[in-house]
């Protein structure tokens, strides 16, 4: 009875560490990672609860379109932190040990809650940084790995509607008005 109580404790320990879930380190300052997101001029650093980022996550190989999102939304730090974030280990899908395809996504709160809404609001400040690996997710008491391949980069303007587009918008609102009036 005590061999069957003991081997089922083994595999039940060998299974928890098979299933376990990894997790990265998001912070971009600090454990030799030092990538600061700035303003679409290019010197501002984003600030406080005004900017959001969010990580997102897939298989190493996937591009941009292919990764969801991993952790919570988070604002950037404040004062001398302006420009980083801090939301410190971040727990995946994936299993410790596994290499993962990260990209970092921010963009101006008030422009959305998440990177969906911002990224598709017309003049908008948003912006995707590069997509990049990181080897080896750890268990949480484990090291977890940086985010060390994380590049620097500028939030940019969501381009608006086409000039056309606006202009057959408003030819079309003119025939409106113009055939009201006639009625």
């Known amino acids: 009875m ?3 109580i003991t081997i089922l404790a083994v595999a039940a320990v060998s299974a928890s560490t ?5 997790y990265f380190n998001g912070n971009t300052i600090g454990g030799g990672v030092n990538v600061k ?4 001029d290019g010197t501002t650093p984003l600030s406080g609860s005004s900017y959001d980022a969010q990580y997102y ?3 190493v190989g996937s591009t941009a379109n292919q990764l969801v999102p991993v952790g919570n939304v988070v604002n950037f730090s404040t004062g001398g932190g ?22 970092l996504r921010a963009w101006r709160a008030s422009d959305g809650n998440n990177w969906a809404t911002a990224s598709t609001t017309p003049f908008a400040h948003a912006q995707m940084g590069n997509v990049f690996e990181v080897d080896g997710l750890q ?14 980069f500028n939030l940019a303007v969501v381009p608006g509607p086409e000039p056309a587009t606006v202009a057959l ?3 079309g609102a003119g025939a409106l008005f113009i055939r009201r009036r006639k009625a």
């Open 2 to 4: 005590k061999k069957i």
């Open 82 to 103: 302006a420009g980083y974030i801090l939301p410190g280990n971040i727990q995946t899908s994936f299993a410790v040990g596994a290499n993962v395809a990260l990209q």
């Open 57 to 59: 996550i897939g298989a």
């Open 139 to 152: 268990s949480s008491t484990g090291l977890p790995p940086t985010v060390a391949g994380l590049q620097t």
């Open 169 to 171: 918008g408003l030819m």
């Open 37 to 40: 997101i700035f303003e679409t």
């Open 18 to 22: 098979a299933f376990a879930q990894g």
